[in-house]
DNA sequence: ACATATTCCTGGGGGC
DNA sequence: TGCCCCCAGGAATATG
């Protein structure tokens, strides 16, 4: 599923291809996730010149000209793929967008993702609804986060984009593998140096899905419907049960803040 | 002000 | 082969 690295990744190939080209057209094939709804979306957006594809936490923010903006969650499934002229749309596509010379596709299996097409003020004040991005702190900063509330849990704290934006499921459990912490610590049990472990973490990890276009565990693929080549790098998700990559502990499941949560019983404490 | 539960949705996998 | 059930989870919303 997307999070801060993949959408990242869409981001970089979509402004690479669509900064400064022109909305032409908007086919929309399933209504019902677009605000506004229906046609008064395909016609607030045609004709918008492409100023950047911007990021913020999970969103790619397409950022017009004019000030006003689209903002899109693709949530668990979905999809934004570069597609040929004569491309078919098949079966989970919700929008073709022609852009300049260019066709974009966007789908969505699951159907949770959210195209919303808004005024510059409403992008503002969408876009500073979000904690900060982690990429754009010092560690120390970052460390300063996860200090309150002392009895919530570091896991849920993690992926609460009011808190830091970005980071999901998989890239927490990965973070506190690399920082050696076990999620269900209590902030308030974290020392200065679990702190600041752990935003190195977070940053360290980040860095490295991104250069490998991020991870593919379930249905992710880039703008070009490659797959991320991090899947192979994770060192806690997914890996129920196979053996620690440091010490050889099977790695243990459970759930923590309503998520699957991966982690080292021996390494993590 | 916080934590926790519910809801949305479909495909894939296990069990039989 | 095919059904049933469960599960994956981001974030908005509701409830405690």
Redesign the pocket.
């Known amino acids: 599923?997307?999070?801060l690295p993949e959408v990242e990744t869409i981001r970089r190939q979509l402004d690479a291809k669509l900064k400064g080209q022109t909305i032409k057209s908007v086919q929309i094939l399933k209504t019902?996730r677009e605000t506004p709804h229906g046609q008064a979306f395909a016609k607030a957006i045609t004709g918008k010149r492409i100023k950047m594809i911007d990021r913020r936490?999970?969103?790619i923010v397409w950022k017009f000209t004019d000030g006003s903006g689209i903002t899109t969650?693709l949530?668990?499934?979905g999809t934004l793929i570069l597609v040929e002229k004569n491309y078919k749309p098949t079966?989970?596509d919700r929008m073709i967008f022609q852009i300049g010379p260019h066709h974009l596709v966007w789908a969505d299996?699951?159907?949770?993702g959210?195209m919303s097409y808004l005024s510059h003020e409403a992008l503002e004040k969408k876009l500073s609804?979000f904690g900060p991005e982690p990429l754009e702190l010092k560690p120390a900063q970052i460390a300063d986060l996860f200090k309150?509330?002392v009895?919530?849990?570091v896991k849920?704290?993690l992926?609460?984009?009011?808190t830091l934006a970005?980071v999901?499921?998989?890239y927490?459990?990965e973070s506190l593998f690399r920082a050696k912490i076990k999620p269900t610590r209590r902030?308030g049990s974290l020392t200065a140096e679990n702190r600041l472990r752990l935003a190195k973490a977070i940053q360290q990890v980040l860095k490295e899905a991104i250069k490998l276009r991020g991870t593919s565990?379930?249905d992710y693929v880039d703008a070009y419907g490659q797959e991320g080549k991090f899947e192979k790098f994770l060192r806690v998700?997914?890996r129920k049960g196979l053996p620690c990559k440091v010490c050889g502990t099977p790695i243990v499941?459970t759930?923590v803040?309503?998520?699957?949560?991966h982690y080292c019983p021996n390494c993590q404490k």
């Open positions: 599923m997307p999070e019902g936490a999970k969103l969650h949530k668990l499934t079966k989970h299996v699951r159907q949770f959210r609804e309150r509330p009895t919530r849990n849920s704290a992926f609460d984009q009011t970005g999901g499921n998989i927490a459990d902030l565990a379930q998700y997914g499941r759930v803040a309503q998520r699957g949560t």
